[in-house]
C-alpha cells in the first residue's frame, strides 16, 4: 500500500510510515531480529498460557486481557521483517481469531474483557498486519469498532489504563480517517480526547520536581487510593490520588509523550504543538539517567543511577518517538534520543539470546538479583534477567521493540523520496515517482562512522532523499555518486535531489570523538560514542536460579567497580566493526579507554551506594578503563563519579 499523509483537515506532515515489510533489516539488526525471533519471542506462545492455546484471545478461558495483543504487536512485525513462515502462521491464528470475534454492534475480542485497552493493542498490532498484506477486513473491523465507540463512549466511557493511554487510540483511529475519509472519525477523536488525561497540561506544567519516595511514599498513595475505593477514573470526576497514580506512572508517560501531537494534528494550540519538547526536557532533567530516559520503578523516581526503568518504558517511549516522527515536525533531536534507546536502554535489558529480559534496569548496576533494591513499588526480583521478574507485563510487550524500530529507520516524504531516521543496516523497497526502487544500507552504523547507501531502480528516476546528520557527529561529509562532495552540519537534514541509476552509491562519513557529559545526578558523568553510552563492566558471573526452559538468572560480580573518570584526560577509541552483532555476544563492537582512578565507593544492599560527589584522587591512583557498549552489558557503572586530581602541595 501506498504511505499514508495527513488528510485535510488535519495538520499537513511531510512524513509518513512505509507499509509493514518495506524495510528489512540487514547485517548486525537481521542477526537481532533472528536472535529475538529464536529467543522467547519464537516460542512465547508454547510456553506460557497467558498467551497460548487457552488465552482469551485465541477463544480459550485464560488471560483475555492485554498480554496476547501486546505480544501480537511485535511479533506481526518481527514476522513480517524476517519473513518467517512459521511465526507468520502464529500470528494469523490471533488474527483471525479477532476476525471472527466481531459482534454486530462492533465490540470485538475475548467475552471476558469490557475494557477498551487491550482493544487498542489489538488494532495497533492489527494495523500493521494490515500495512504488510491488504487485508481489507482488518478496516471493516476498525471502521465498526470506531463506530460502536462513537455511539457508546458517552454511557461507557474510558475507564481506569485506557483514561491514560486514549492517545493510542487517538492515532489508530487518525490512521483510518487518513485511509477512508469518515469524517465521524474526527468526531470520535475530540470525544476521546475528552476522556483522555491532558498529557500536554502535564508537560507543561509538570508538578513532579521529586523522586516520589520522597515525595509520595507507596504506603501513602496505597492508602489513598483504597480511601478513594473503587472509584472509576474517568471524565472529569477523576478522584485526586488515582489521577496522580496514572500520571506518575513510567509506561503511561512513555506513552502519554505522544499523546499532545497526536491531539494537534486535529486541535492547534501551543501546549499540544510543544507537549513532547517541553515534556522531556523535564522528564529528564528530574528523573532522566545516563541511557537516554526517565526512571520509573514503577513510578517517577527522580535521577539517581540505581533507581530502575522498566522495559515496558523503554519499548512505549521508542514507539512514541516513532509515531512522533512518522507525524512530522515535532523537533530535529527525535531521532538522536530514538538512537539513543534503541541502541542502549533496549539491548541492555536482555540477555544476549533474548531468552531472559529485565523489569527495571540500572545505569549503575552491579548485582542483578532478587535482593535489597531501592524501588518505589516494584518487586525485590525486578532487575533479575528471567522470564517474567516482577510482573508479566515486559514479557508480552518488550517484542515491539526492535521490529518497530526497523519499521522506523526510513519513511516516505510527500514529495515522493525518502527521509532517514537511522542508518542502521538495511534494504529499503518501495516506489519513487511510480519507480520500484531498493535502497540497502551497509557499513555497520553505529559502530563504525562511514555509512554506503546503494541504489537499484527498475528505470532512471529522480527522487530525494533526505539525509539527517545525528548532532554527534563532528565535520560530516557526504560523498555522491558522480564524485561531488557536500559538506553538511550536525543536525540538519540534507537532501540530495538526483536522477538516480542502479548502482549509484552515497557514502556518508561521520566521524565522532568519544564525549563527556557531565551534570547528571552528583555531578556524575557520562561517556558516550556516537549514540552508544560506554560503560565499565565488571567480570560478570551469571547463576541459573532455576532450570525451566527459560529461565530465570541472578548476575554478580567479584570485581571491584570504584573508578572515577577523569573528564577531561584524552579517551582512545579501538573500533571492531566486524565483530558488530547482536549486543553482549562475543567481544564489544566499540571500546573507549579512559584515564581513571580507583575509589572507594562501597554497595549499599544489592545496589551500590550513591555516586561519591568529586571524589579526590591523586596521580598515583589514575589507571587506564575498557568503556564498552552499555547495551553489551549485564552489570556496569554508567555515570561514574567526575575524580579531581590532587596536585602534590610544593
Ligand atoms: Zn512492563
Known amino acids: ?168 487510540n487517538m492515532a489508530l483511529a487518525l490512521w483510518l480517517y487518513n485511509l477512508t475519509g469518515q469524517k465521524y472519525l474526527l468526531e470520535l477523536c475530540k470525544k476521546l480526547r475528552a476522556q483522555t488525561l491532558d498529557w500536554a497540561n502535564f508537560f507543561h506544567t509538570f508538578p513532579v520536581t521529586q523522586p516520589l519516595s520522597r515525595s509520595l511514599r507507596w504506603e501513602r498513595l496505597q492508602e489513598a487510593l483504597e480511601e478513594e475505593g473503587d472509584e472509576i477514573l474517568e471524565g472529569d470526576k477523576r478522584p485526586y490520588f488515582h489521577t496522580q497514580y496514572h500520571l506518575t506512572h513510567g509506561v503511561n508517560i512513555a506513552m502519554g509523550l505522544k499523546t499532545p501531537g497526536v491531539v494537534s494534528l486535529f486541535k492547534s494550540g501551543f501546549k499540544e504543538q510543544t507537549g513532547f519538547s517541553v515534556g522531556w526536557s523535564k522528564l529528564m532533567k528530574y528523573h532522566g539517567v545516563g541511557y537516554g530516559l526517565f526512571t520509573c520503578d514503577e513510578h517517577l523516581n527522580g535521577s539517581n543511577p540505581t533507581q530502575g526503568t522498566e522495559l ?182 540534507a537532501c540530495v535531489r538526483r536522477k538516480w541509476k542502479t548502482g549509484d552509491r552515497v557514502r556518508l562519513e561521520l566521524p565522532t570523538q568519544p564525549r563527556v557529559k557531565k551534570h547528571w545526578y552528583h555531578q556524575s558523568l557520562t561517556v558516550e560514542y556516537g549514540p552508544l553510552l560506554m560503560a565499565y563492566q565488571p567480570a560478570e558471573k551469571w547463576t541459573r536460579l532455576n532450570d525451566k526452559e527459560f529461565a530465570d538468572w541472578q548476575v554478580t560480580t567479584d570485581e571491584d567497580f570504584g573508578y572515577a573518570i577523569l573528564a577531561d584526560e584524552p579517551k582512545k577509541v579501538v573500533l571492531n566493526p566486524e565483530k558488530a552483532s547482536a549486543f553482549g555476544k562475543g567481544e564489544p563492537a566499540v571500546c573507549v579507554m579512559a584515564k581513571a582512578a580507583k575509589i572507594d565507593w562501597p554497595m549499599e544492599g544489592d545496589d551500590c551506594a550513591s555516586v561519591p560527589i568529586l571524589p579526590a584522587v591523586t596521580e598515583a591512583d589514575v589507571t587506564t578503563v575498557r568503556l564498552v557498549p552499555y547495551g553489551d552489558t549485564g552489570l556496569r557503572v554508567s555515570q561514574f563519579p567526575m575524580a579531581v586530581v590532587k596536585t602534590r602541595p610544593e
Open 1 to 168: 500500500m501506498k504511505p499514508l499523509f495527513n488528510r485535510a483537515p488535519l495538520t499537513a506532515n511531510n512524513l509518513a510510515e512505509l507499509p509493514l515489510g518495506a524495510i528489512k533489516p540487514e547485517g548486525w539488526l537481521k542477526d537481532q531480529l533472528r536472535t529475538q525471533a529464536e529467543g522467547l519471542s519464537g516460542h512465547l506462545f508454547e510456553v506460557w498460557e497467558d498467551v497460548g492455546e487457552n488465552c482469551g484471545w485465541l477463544g480459550g478461558d485464560g488471560d483475555s486481557w492485554e498480554r496476547a495483543p501486546y505480544y501480537l504487536d511485535g511479533l506481526i512485525p518481527l514476522a513480517w521483517e524476517l519473513d518467517d513462515e512459521r511465526l507468520k502462521n502464529q500470528c494469523m491464528k490471533y488474527i483471525e481469531w479477532m476476525l471472527a470475534s466481531q459482534r454486530e454492534d462492533g465490540w470485538f475480542g475475548p467475552e471476558k474483557n469490557h475494557d477498551y485497552w487491550p482493544l487498542m493493542v489489538a488494532l495497533k498490532a492489527l494495523k500493521q498486519y494490515f500495512t504488510a498484506t491488504g487485508d481489507k477486513r482488518v478496516v471493516v473491523l476498525m471502521d465498526k469498532f470506531f463506530r460502536y465507540e462513537y455511539r457508546n463512549l458517552a454511557q461507557k466511557p474510558l475507564q481506569n489504563w485506557a483514561v491514560a493511554r486514549g492517545g493510542e
Open 312 to 493: 515496558c518504558t523503554v519499548v512505549e517511549a521508542m514507539y512514541s518517538l516513532e509515531t512522533l516522527i512518522g507525524m512530522g515536525s515535532f523537533g530535529d533531536d527525535l531521532p538522536d534520543i530514538l538512537e539513543k534507546l534503541a541502541f542502549n536502554a533496549l539491548p541492555a535489558a536482555f540477555d544476549a539470546e533474548m531468552t531472559a529480559h529485565q523489569y527495571d534496569q540500572q545505569a549503575n548496576q552491579l548485582r542483578a538479583c532478587v535482593g535489597e533494591h531501592k524501588w518505589y513499588n516494584n518487586e525485590a526480583d525486578s532487575n533479575v534477567y528471567g522470564f517474567a521478574p516482577n510482573f508479566g507485563c515486559c514479557t508480552a510487550n518488550y517484542h515491539q521493540g526492535w521490529p518497530k524500530f526497523v519499521s522506523s529507520l526510513w519513511y516516505a516524504t510527500r514529495d515522493d523520496g525518502l527521509s532517514a531516521v537511522s542508518y542502521a543496516p538495511c534494504t529499503v523497497r518501495t516506489r519513487l515517482a511510480d519507480v520500484p526502487v531498493r535502497m540497502t544500507v551497509s557499513g555497520n552504523y553505529p559502530f563504525s562512522d562511514s555509512v554506503e547507501i546503494e541504489v537499484s531502480v527498475k528505470q532512471s528516476v529522480e527522487f530525494p532523499l533526505y539525509l539527517r546528520i545525528p548532532f554527534w557527529v563532528s565535520q560530516p561529509m557526504i560523498f555522491l555518486p558522480d564524485g561531488e562532495i557536500m559538506q553538511v552540519r550536525s543536525g540538519e537534514t
